[in-house]
T-cell receptor, first 112, second 111 residues
Framework: NAGVTQTPKFRILKIGQSMTLQCTQD?????MYWYRQDPGMGLKLIYY???????DKGEVPNGYNVSRSTTEDFPLRLELAAPSQTSVYFC???????????FGEGSRLTVL | DAKTTQPNSMESNEEEPVHLPCNHS???????IHWYRQLPSQGPEYVIH???SNVNNRMASLAIAEDRKSSTLILHRATLRDAAVYYC????????????FGKGITLSVRP
């Protein structure tokens, strides 16, 4: 049972480059989330989705975009990468609004 | 969202009980109290959640004050593997419910 899978696990970007962090879950969960975690800090919500075709902004959406064309996938797009986007990114999902969140292992992104 | 106050860190001895406090004085009547923990270099994992009554599961117990303005996560016998950051998160169960993680409590466990 794979759960929530994130790729890549590590990536180094140059300033101004773009990339997509992939997230897929095999639990048929409607709710999916993207968080970022800076060193020594808690997690901050970037975007979330309550179902295919529906996305909404979290606390820190600037510089990111998301799409949700299927229940399984919730990719996070970084356009024009900046050093401030150096962070660990976590994708999470849950079956229902009040249910348990399942997290991926994280993607460590460095922007130089 | 309700604000939470947790100590920055706590220490425990292995095989002793640990009580991790959380104040959430602005919690609304429909907010559940969720606890997650994050082991080093891993994503957070669910521990327990509850609304009004005390809750137990295989990992921990959650004691909720009668006025719901505070709660305590209880680890009955701490192990070295319980060393982690513990997050207390009040959150509604509505369709747009989202969990907001603060800095949490860093728990150290002494052998």
């Amino acid at each position: 049972n794979a759960g929530v899978t994130q790729t890549p696990k590590f990536r180094i970007l140059k300033i101004g480059q773009s990339m997509t962090l992939q997230c897929t879950q095999d639990m048929n969960h409607n709710y999916m989330y993207w968080y970022r975690q800076d060193p020594g800090m808690g997690l901050k919500l970037i975007y979330y989705s309550v179902g295919a075709g529906i996305t909404d902004k979290g606390e820190v959406p600037n510089g990111y975009n998301v799409s949700r064309s299927t229940t399984e996938d919730f990719p996070l797009r970084l356009e024009l990468a900046a050093p401030s986007q150096t962070s660990v990114y976590f994708c999470a999902s849950r079956r229902k609004a009040g249910g348990e969140l399942f997290f991926g292992e994280g993607s460590r992104l460095t922007v130089l | 969202d309700a604000k939470t106050t947790q100590p920055n860190s706590m220490e425990s001895n292995e095989e002793e009980p640990v009580h991790l406090p959380c104040n959430h004085s602005t919690i609304s009547g429909t907010d559940y109290i969720h606890w997650y923990r994050q082991l080093p270099s891993q994503g957070p994992e669910y521990v327990i959640h509850g609304l009004t009554s005390n809750v137990n599961n295989r990992m921990a117990s959650l004691a909720i004050a009668e006025d719901r303005k505070s709660s305590t996560l209880i680890l009955h016998r701490a192990t070295l593997r319980d060393a982690a950051v513990y997050y207390c998160i009040p959150a509604r169960d509505g369709a747009n419910s989202k969990l907001t993680f603060g800095k949490g409590i860093t728990l150290s466990v002494r052998p």
